[in-house]
């Protein structure tokens, strides 16, 4: 069994203009210390997935069908006191998109650590204040930081805290969102590398949500490409990125420009992902496809495994794969 296991998940937002399908159907799993990357363009549900593997989708969003197993344990069927008490910072915590800029600034960095420690481990403040220095230095920072306040950090820095953070309660699984928005680039390479590090030292499994398709390549032992709330393939990075099967990840890739070979002109994808409200008959990519056929308009494809761990949803592709997810 998978350290986590995801099935048929289904997370819609009703609004007073209609149900949004943010993320319709979506399967995947995560082994213990692996790293998923989870990529596609903005609203296509990747942070949707990401708050319903917390337990923290927001109204008017709710979890409408499908499980999400952790350890086993299907937290769909939990209450919010049992997913609070067992599973959110515990089992799986979450560094959010532009975290950093929400560290409270009338507290200290320590303060914010250790205050966690005290509440859900029962450390006495002494014991937490030591713990709160070990994961500053595990992230690069030194124990002079327990002192310090928000602003007189800077991004990366304060965007480390935010990492520690997440590691608190040393929990089996990390999703990071958009993990190096706002930062410069060097900074960016320091904090991929951290995220590295941590994954390689304490095992832990993580996911990692990107548009940024090359932070994914460097970081993801396997990939979900997802368009219009539904992974549309799913396989080991390595396949993904060298023989990328479905139109759409093969569109991505050829609109990421290379340092080396010859020079191509780059590709773009035509029109608008979808409104979810209302999103397209049959293959929701059909409108923006170069390859739609008269099947595309009427039917919906199913993921089909292609190969060992590799699959993808497209007609062209049927012919190739068997079964599914
Ligand atoms: Fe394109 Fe049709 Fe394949 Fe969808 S099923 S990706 S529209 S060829």
């Not at 997935?49 to 917390?54: G, Q, R, T």
């Not at 002109?265 to 209302?278: C, E, S, T, V």
């Not at 923006?288 to 590799?310: G, I, T």
Request: proline share 7%; aromatic share 8%; hydrophobic share 40%.
């Amino acid at each position: 069994m998978a350290l986590l296991e995801v099935r048929d998940l289904q997370t819609y937002f009703y609004t007073i203009r209609g149900i949004v399908k943010a993320v319709d159907k979506v399967s995947f799993d995560l082994e213990k210390g692996e790293v998923l990357g989870l990529a596609g363009e903005s609203g296509c549900g990747k942070s949707t997935i990401a708050w319903s593997l917390l337990g923290l989708v927001p109204p008017p969003g709710r979890i409408v069908g499908g499980s999400i197993k952790i350890d086993g344990n299907d937290i769909t069927k939990m209450g919010e006191p049992e997913i609070r008490r067992k599973i959110r910072w515990k089992k799986i915590s979450m560094i959010f998109q532009g975290a950093m800029n929400a560290l409270t600034p009338v507290y200290t960095i320590g303060y914010q650590i250790a205050e966690p420690l005290i509440y859900h481990m029962g450390l006495s403040k002494k014991e937490a204040y030591e713990r709160a220095a070990e994961l500053l230095a595990s992230v690069g920072l030194s124990k002079e930081f327990l002192n310090r306040y928000p602003h007189q950090l800077s991004g990366g820095q304060k965007q480390r805290v935010v990492i520690a953070m997440a590691l608190v309660l040393e929990p089996d699984i990390v999703i990071a969102d958009e993990p190096t928005t706002a930062l410069d680039v060097v900074v960016q390479y320091q904090v991929i590398n951290l995220l590295k590090r941590i994954n390689r030292e304490k095992k832990i499994a993580m996911i990692v949500i990107s548009h940024d398709l090359s932070l994914i390549a460097q970081m993801a032992d396997k990939v979900a490409i997802m368009y219009a709330g539904r992974i549309v393939e799913y396989g080991p990075s390595e396949k993904v990125f060298n023989d990328p099967q479905h139109p759409y990840t093969q569109l991505l890739l050829k609109a990421i420009p290379r340092l080396r070979g010859p020079k191509e002109k780059l590709a773009y994808i035509p029109g608008q992902p979808p409104d979810l409200r209302n999103p397209p008959t049959g293959c929701r990519f059909h409108p923006r496809c170069p390859f739609a056929f008269d099947r595309c308009y009427k039917e919906d494809p199913e993921l089909v495994k292609l190969d060992k761990n590799h699959y993808a949803s497209c007609f062209l592709l049927e012919e190739k794969g068997v079964g599914g997810l």
